[in-house]
């Protein structure tokens, strides 16, 4: 299915994200967490690439295992940063052989100690996303930032380039995680204001430990709401108690976003099965799953 079919609906959906594992032997493993997060009938699941402790090798892999024996349709991340051409080329033919339609495009990390980009090669998500277009008829998604990208001098450069995306052929956006909703909401409206009409997914992390807080912040540069820095100082010493937080405050995010008509929404799931389950049991008569 492609998953514009259901973004532009009004319909609440509640999707997770996986990562792929770093080496093959961990593959039947990470097969399991596929079908346990599948068993909570989340709208669609994501798989990235290369990020988040996996590897690029087996996200084609896992995203076959969600569409094709889960029967859960399938989003596949694929970056650019880091590969030639031709590589982004055969993941794509690997992607149209196995039938999944739908590709979030992204840049990914500058690979470090290298002349970037490579003459010839990509240098931004909207290349890749123009090149996946001619190669196929895939639903094509793209990453947006709702506090800017952290390589941008200000939102609204990053709001250009975003807006180049979409023209690029991008139907959808998912964004950096955020713990501050009018953050999101500011976001939106400016986008709106640029011409960038597209779905937006918001993106929620739910933070389950103190190290998952900074490892957060390193990775994004996201801002930490007082609301939620007084959590963690309160519970991070506690797993149990912050655990529980963390899912607390993701749902009440989550429960806050759907209130004020943001339908879609990313869970970064970061292949824990029981918190995102948490999370849609306290939200089974808002978000109801069929089946
Ligand atoms: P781009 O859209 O190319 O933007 C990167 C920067 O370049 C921005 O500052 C933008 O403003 C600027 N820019 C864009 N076009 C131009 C232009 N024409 N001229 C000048 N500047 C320009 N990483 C992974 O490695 N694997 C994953 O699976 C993965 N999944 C992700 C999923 C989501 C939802 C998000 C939000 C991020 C994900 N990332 C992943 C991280 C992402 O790859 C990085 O944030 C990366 O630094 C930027 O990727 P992008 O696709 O947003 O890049």
Redesign the pocket.
Same mark, same amino acid.
Request: net charge negative.
């Given at each position: 299915m492609r998953l514009t079919e259901l973004l532009k609906t009004e319909q609440v959906t509640i999707s997770c994200e996986l990562f792929p594992p770093k080496q093959g032997a961990q593959l039947e493993n990470y097969k399991k967490t596929v079908a346990e997060v599948a068993a909570l009938k989340p709208a669609y699941m994501s798989v &990235?690439? #290369? @990020?988040t402790g996996g590897t690029s090798d087996y996200t084609v892999e896992l995203a076959n295992e969600v569409c094709n024996v889960n029967h859960i349709p399938a989003l596949a !991340?694929l &970056?650019c940063a880091s590969s030639t051409k031709e590589k982004v080329a055969s993941v794509i033919r690997e992607l149209k052989e196995k039938k999944i339609e739908n590709i %979030?495009a %992204?840049? #990914? *990390?500058i690979p470090e100690h290298v002349d970037f980009p490579l003459p010839g090669q990509y240098t =931004? @998500? /909207?290349e890749l996303i123009a090149d996946i277009r001619a190669q196929g008829d895939f639903c094509i998604g #793209? @990453?947006c930032?709702p506090e800017g !990208?952290p390589? /941008?001098e200000t939102i609204f &450069? *990053?709001l250009d =380039?975003l807006k180049?995306?979409v023209e690029a052929g991008c139907e959808f956006l +998912? +964004?950096?995680m955020f713990f501050d909703n009018n953050i999101l909401y500011n976001f939106m409206y400016k986008a709106l204001k640029k011409g960038i009409d597209v779905p937006i997914v918001a #993106?929620i992390m739910p933070v389950t430990s103190r190290a998952q807080v900074k490892r957060s912040i390193a990775l994004s540069g996201c801002m930490i709401p007082p609301r939620f820095a007084a959590i963690v100082d309160r519970f991070g010493d506690d797993p149990a108690a912050m655990k529980q937080a963390g899912i607390a405050y993701a749902t009440d995010q989550i429960i806050d976003l759907i209130a004020n008509g943001v339908n879609h929404v990313h869970i970064y799931t970061m292949n824990k099965p029981d918190v995102a389950g948490a999370i849609l049991d306290h939200l089974s008569y808002i978000y109801v799953r069929e089946g």
């Open positions: &990235t690439y #290369g @990020a !991340h &970056t %979030l %992204l840049r #990914g *990390d =931004h @998500a /909207s #793209g @990453a930032y !990208h390589e /941008s &450069t *990053d =380039h180049e995306k +998912t +964004t950096q #993106g």
